[in-house]
């Protein structure tokens, strides 16, 4: 089952993928069920009530009839990991614990849904605003101290996740900030992929594409720290609930073509130059897929610019 | 005005103070006010409608009568300062950016209520759990880019906050991750002051108290990035909402008393020995005291064992 989570008519609702592009709006086929994905996920029953709704039901809605949010757009905690791929890792020459994964938190306001506009921040504030293609893991029933053999059962599915940073502000000071929590910098999307129909995540392969280049390519199992690991560790110290998410990091670059000069690192306004990274200006397109998870795709539109707006 | 967040019979509500422990309860007062703190924040008269309400009215309840929830129980987003005290930046020997505040994200889930109990984690996972007192800011109406000079206006109150953070978690990995965001580590009360009975807030002294005696005193002028700055640099980045709660950094160590073993560094179980810290314990209590804010009081219990517990 593929679940998505969006707004019609300032309404929230969540709505069962019958195709590529259409849906079944729960809403209207299950009008008992919550209205957002955090709470359905919260009811022990939730999923399977949604999948029966849906059952045979064709669709009333398509995507673009609607305005998508994140997966869920209100978890009580997005846990992200920094430096969770090898290649990633060697390319950018920092150090990262190999006992430990590296983690810190983002907000529900630095992220947007799939086919919403991302805001690239203005140039006098930070001209280094890079896509972070990533694997997010939802987590269905909740839970403290998961062994790793358990981990499984606390996984609701997965989804696309670009954890857009902006890097001048990520090198500010040691913890990053505002560099991982830029306004609207980031993308959750397209759907919530149920575990049945994702398959074994760590044979699939992560493709990022900045204008229809392919920027990142890597298979999961690339990881330094598994998702086994990561809920193993984080439910430790912290009670998973239900809609918490769990972004895994992001891979390496790819090297560039010969001769192209907008991934030089002399083009690369951050602090860490790296080979082949280009990064996002207003008017690009940037995609994140993940083989039989779907594909994330974002526009990228300039910022207001930074004038006093009192709310 | 001083405010508090409560929860009775299961239902939230928000209440003002009359005197040192009963207060008014808005849901009878105000039934047309919004039944959560942030959501009183998010209305232009919110806090003016409370006023009137409990103006000339004698108090329903007591402190005693609920239990107290943190000041704002459900923030967007708790922006945290780390080493903003100069004399805690000397004591660690920790460097710091002197340009850019050193900022993480706590999450709800680590943060309990004036005298709501902490949780002190099972000893095989971190003996180094540390209070740390500091001074809790929450935004009123919100904006973005918000200049120094206008960053008043946009503050409600302000409320003691203690940052327990447990040291061998927050050492893990470069970025603070579990070390500050420990199930129930932290507490955030009493209650919301606003501005025009808080008074100068860089005149007022701040107090921790662990089993009455006291470990850190300091003016609140000593920190290295003003509330009034801070705002603006977060700002820059992050549209500030109503109820978003920004916590200053803790201070220095006292000196402890001569001869006094509990808080010699050789008895210290973190990665970073400072004199005079003594760590929490089950059956301690732990209060900080910011003068004309109120006193923030906790006891200290065991956390649960580290034992799988499925939701």
Known sequence: ?????????????????????????????????PRTLKQVLAQRDGLDRARAAANGRSADLSLSDVNLDPVIPDPYVTWALALNFKRHIEETRLTTSTQYPHLFIRHPGSIV?????????????????????????????????????????????????????????????????????????????????????????????????????????????????????TIAYISGGHLLRPGDVIVMGT???????????????????????????????PGDRVEVEIGGLGTLSNSVVADEPAVYRPL
Not at 1 to 27: N, Q
Not at 187 to 198: H, M, Y
């Open 113 to 229: 849904g799939h086919l919403q506009p991302l805001a690239c921040p203005p140039p006098e504030l930070d001209r280094a605003y890079d896509y972070e293609g990533e694997l997010a893991v939802v987590i269905g029933r909740g839970g403290r101290h998961i062994p790793m053999d358990k981990a499984k059962d606390h996984i609701a599915g997965y989804a696309c996740y670009n954890e857009g940073s902006t890097r001048n502000y990520q090198s500010h000071n040691r913890q990053f900030g505002l560099g991982k929590n830029f306004e609207r910098s980031g993308s959750f999307g397209p759907w919530l992929t149920t575990p049945d129909e994702a398959g074994d995540i760590y044979q699939k392969e992560l493709v990022t594409r900045l204008n229809g280049k392919v920027r990142q390519r890597t298979r999961l199992d690339d990881m330094l720290f598994s998702v086994e690991k």
């Open 251 to 281: 891979p390496g670059q790819l090297p560039p073509p010969p001769g192209e000069k907008e991934s030089d690192p002399s083009n690369q306004f951050g602090p860490i130059k790296v080979k082949g990274a280009v990064h996002m200006r």
């Open 1 to 33: 089952m593929r679940l998505i989570s969006y707004h019609l008519k300032g309404e929230p609702g969540v709505g069962v993928m019958t195709d590529a592009t259409r849906f079944v709006a729960l809403p209207k086929a299950a009008p008992d069920l």
